[in-house]
């Protein structure tokens, strides 16, 4: 899964983004929380629209979440 690519590679963190409304990828994510929180990888959840054209919130949230790391 995404956390033995974790530790594989050696990264800091791990920026999840998926499709709003799409279940079955959201379906996932809670598990991908526990995961992530046990092996101390912080993580930034991000959720895009399909027809969305501005993303300045996303690049936001992605700069600040580099900057704390």
Do not use: H
């Amino acid at each position: 899964m995404i956390i033995d690519a974790v530790k594989k590679y050696g990264a800091d963190a791990v920026v999840v983004c998926m499709m709003k409304f799409c279940d079955p990828e959201e379906f996932d994510y809670p598990i991908l929380l526990q995961e992530f929180e046990a092996a101390g990888v912080k993580n930034l959840y991000i959720e895009v629209d399909q027809e969305s054209t501005a993303f300045e919130q996303v690049k936001t949230r992605i700069q600040t979440f580099a900057e704390i790391l």
